[in-house]
């Protein structure tokens, strides 16, 4: 529907005074109203006289959601010095201007050229100018004026949440409030019932309300019992336009939980539970479970378990599993089949958490009946006590009866039993027990000083079922007896200054007893009699276990007698007495006028001019050195004895072997194979020196024949290396030298054992004279020159 409104502004001219506006009437119906302006006028020109002008403004409004198909037409502008001629411009600017409102430059009229969305933009806030059209300045000031864009209801309720999540106590009163919704409008809810939203239920009913003003739901029904339902899903709507029909509509979901009451109290499934135990079952064992049902959860459905009567109330106890609700009845004292077989026992189960507003729907627990039935099984004996205490004297005799252990079978049987000593607890086997009795009696002789306690196992057994044993600790203590005498804390060694007087303390003693006597230790101390009479010292017993050496005589001579050894004798005060004799070492000494000790030699006095520490010092010195210099020499005559390897070139031959023993002699023909170098092809195993233990030994190892045409420097580099790798192969520091030249030699032979003999040769016929230790070098040198006579 669209409603026109014509605004005609004029201009006057008079007094200067501020221009007043005159609005428009109010917006009627929706009908078209006539064009209406507003006239500027004024009296004839000479009465004009005016230096200000002001353009008359007011507001424009338009509907929103415009679904013409031509623009919407806003209003008109016009000006009182616009003559119709065209003279004058119509300019407008502002919200929207030349682009939603457009104005015709020649007539004023202003149009909206889109559909305006008072959501989106509710006021537009415009400037309007008349300006000539030919000089382009302005013939009126700039003026302003509003838009305003009117409501249509164009927008339906909107819930704040798509779904609504909410809880309520079961049993709870009617109009007890569960949730509030809200749904809002973007409609104008200034104008009209656009924006007027009223609440209604859809789905939920009769369980409950909502309140048609504020959106608050309540429920509806009396006593909601959650353990037959526990969900609800109620549709809320929200209408606008007051509820009226036309109005727009939006929907929302709520979930309501109904939350538990403890409303329901315990029930046991049955009244009786029966259960079996063996007596042998430990404290602490469960024997069974029950468990009591109730239909709420949480906490309202925890249970508490106790026994509240019956024939066992000290004998069990019951507890509750916190996860599973049950009660587990466990064993609290130890069972006695033989005592009683049967025990019965009346459980209660209640609800900790009990709600007053519920108690008229009954007591919150129940109560059931259980019996436990104790089985037999054949037991170990028992013994009287749980541990044995036993004294006895040290200086008892072997076979001496300590005490004895008392254990019997506890089945009906009465099985007879034995006793035996674990000999891991008495490996010395100090102890013995007799197997009938259970007599405790020693097979070794006691020190209370080197063991005060002895903690034995006795052992226990069925003689008809050796698997039923039972074990004891027994605790012996050995008792004192006064078997050791008192002797010194430790070795005393003192000294008397020479210029001491008589009385003078030199010397505090101390005494110590292994043995403890009931009273405590009281030591007496004296002089031996053999040295009471003569010496030179004297014993001053302090009666407190301490004793002091004092000085008989005034002045000592350490050059008379420089050690006393002084016999003290200690004495304990038991039964039977104890004492031992134990020597001070008493030495005269050269003191300071303050008593400190500065020399007791008396050497150092009888030969005052004797060497003093210095010489002294020198003359260790001197022999160390000394000792220093034969050592260097012993060692440099060892390195000469061995001499070298070769001791010139003229003295080498085939191979020189030199080893740092004397080894065989010359019979010895194992040290090396000189035939190995002389003939490659000749190679026979090798073979370890008798004369040296090698370090390792391995087998020997063999070496490919050399070819005829190798080389003398193949030849040479192969035995090296496995002489090298070899460890079984000399030199044991020996020294080999590898005479052979190969070959093929064009030169022949170069080796001085080989050449021909001349004139110049020697005649070793004087080897015969030297003597028989030289009787082989003859045998070989004169053999040779036989053959070449020959």
Request: glycine share 6%; charged share 25%.
């Amino acid at each position: 529907m669209r409603t026109y409104r014509y605004f005609l502004l004029l201009f006057w001219v008079g007094q200067p005074y501020p221009t007043l506006s005159t609005p428009l009437s109010k917006r009627t119906s929706g009908f078209p109203a006539k064009k209406r302006a507003l006239e500027l006028s004024g009296n004839s020109k000479n009465e004009l006289n005016r230096s200000k002008r002001s353009w008359m403004w007011n507001q424009f409004f338009l509907l929103e959601e415009y679904t013409g198909s031509d623009y919407q037409y806003v209003g008109k502008l016009h000006s009182d010095q616009d003559r119709g001629d065209g003279s004058l411009k119509y300019i407008l600017s502002g919200d929207g201007a030349g682009d939603l409102f457009i104005i015709n430059e020649n007539t004023g009229d202003i149009q909206a050229t889109k559909r305006l969305d008072r959501e989106e933009k509710p006021v537009y806030i415009l400037r309007a100018q008349a300006i000539n059209r030919r000089t382009g300045r302005p013939v009126e000031p700039e003026s302003e004026f509003i838009i305003k864009i009117h409501d249509i209801n164009d927008n339906e309720p909107i819930f704040t949440k798509e779904v609504y999540t909410a809880t309520v106590p079961e049993m709870s009163d009617v109009g007890t409030f569960v949730v509030q919704v809200t749904a809002t409008d973007a409609d104008d809810p200034t104008y009209g019932n656009s924006a007027k939203v009223v609440y209604s239920i859809l789905q939920g009913q009769p369980y409950f309300s909502v309140e048609s003003e504020t959106g608050i739901i309540k429920t509806a029904l009396l006593n909601m019992d959650r353990e037959n339902r526990e969900q609800y899903q109620v549709v809320i709507q929200a209408k606008d336009m007051g509820g009226q029909m036309g109005g727009l509509s939006g929907t929302t979901t709520v979930n309501i939980t109904l939350t538990d009451v403890n409303d329901n109290p315990p029930r046991f499934p049955q009244s009786t539970y029966q259960f079996k135990t063996p007596e042998s079952s430990p404290l602490g064992t469960p024997i069974g479970r029950i468990k009591a049902s109730d239909a709420d959860v949480g906490e309202n459905a925890e249970i508490e378990y106790s026994i509240t009567d019956g024939e066992g109330l000290d004998m069990f106890d019951v507890i509750t599993d916190q996860e599973t609700q049950e009660g587990i009845i466990t064993i609290k004292k130890l069972l006695d089949f033989e005592k009683k077989k049967v025990y019965t026992l009346k459980v209660e189960a209640s609800n900790p958490h009990v709600e007053p507003r519920f108690l008229y729907l009954g007591p919150f627990k129940d109560s059931a009946t259980v019996r436990i039935v104790v089985e037999d099984v054949d037991e170990p004996p028992v013994f009287s006590k749980l541990a044995y205490i036993l004294q006895i004297r040290e200086d008892a005799q072997i076979n001496t009866t300590i005490g004895s252990v008392t254990a019997q079978d506890p089945d009906a049987a009465r099985n007879p039993v034995k006793y035996s000593v674990d000999r891991h607890t008495d490996m010395d086997r100090i102890f013995n027990i007799d197997s009938g009795n259970g007599s405790i009696f020693t097979s070794k002789l006691l020190d209370r000083e080197t063991l005060l306690w002895h903690n034995i196992t006795v052992i226990a057994t069925e003689i008809n079922n050796p698997k039923q044993s039972s074990r004891v600790p027994l605790y012996i203590k050995v008792l004192d007896v006064n078997d050791n005498a008192p002797e010194f804390a430790e070795f005393y060694e003192t000294f008397v200054c020479e210029k001491a007087k008589a009385d003078q303390l030199i010397q505090t003693l101390h005494a110590v007893d292994k043995d403890d006597p009931y009273s405590g230790h009281q030591f007496s101390f004296s002089l031996a009699p053999e040295a009471a009479s003569g010496s030179n010292f004297t014993i001053q017993d302090n009666k407190d276990n301490t004793a002091g050496i004092l000085t008989r005589k005034n002045g000592y001579n350490r050059h008379e007698m420089s050690t006393y050894l002084l016999p003290v004798v200690i004495s304990d005060n038991d039964y039977p007495v104890q004492s031992s004799t134990g020597t001070v070492t008493v030495r005269v000494c050269a003191c300071d006028h303050h008593g400190n000790m500065q020399s007791c030699h008396a050497e150092a006095l009888i030969h005052p001019t004797g060497l003093s520490t210095g010489a002294l010092v020198a003359i260790l010195l001197c022999i160390v050195i000394l000792l220093v210099t034969v050592v260097l020499f012993a060692a440099l005559r060892r390195q000469r004895k061995k001499e070298p390897l070769i001791i010139s070139k003229e003295d080498i031959r085939d191979n020189i072997v030199s080893y740092n023993d004397e080894g065989g002699g010359e019979e010895d023909t194992q040290a090396f194979d000189i035939g190995t170098l002389r003939n490659p092809e000749a190679i026979e195993d090798n073979k370890l020196r008798r004369d040296i233990v090698p370090e390792a030994l391995f087998l020997p190892r063999r070496t490919p024949t050399a070819r005829d045409n190798t080389d003398v420097r193949d030849f040479i580099n192969q035995r090296l290396k496995e002489n090298d790798t070899d460890p079984t192969a000399p030199p044991y520091d020996s020294l080999a030298t590898y005479a052979y030249e190969g070959t093929g030699s064009v030169a022949d032979s170069l080796s001085s054992l080989e050449s021909v003999t001349t004139d110049g040769d020697q005649d070793y016929d004087y080897l015969s004279d030297w003597g028989p230790r030289f009787k082989k070098l003859a045998d070989m040198y004169g053999g040779v020159d036989s053959d070449k006579d020959s």
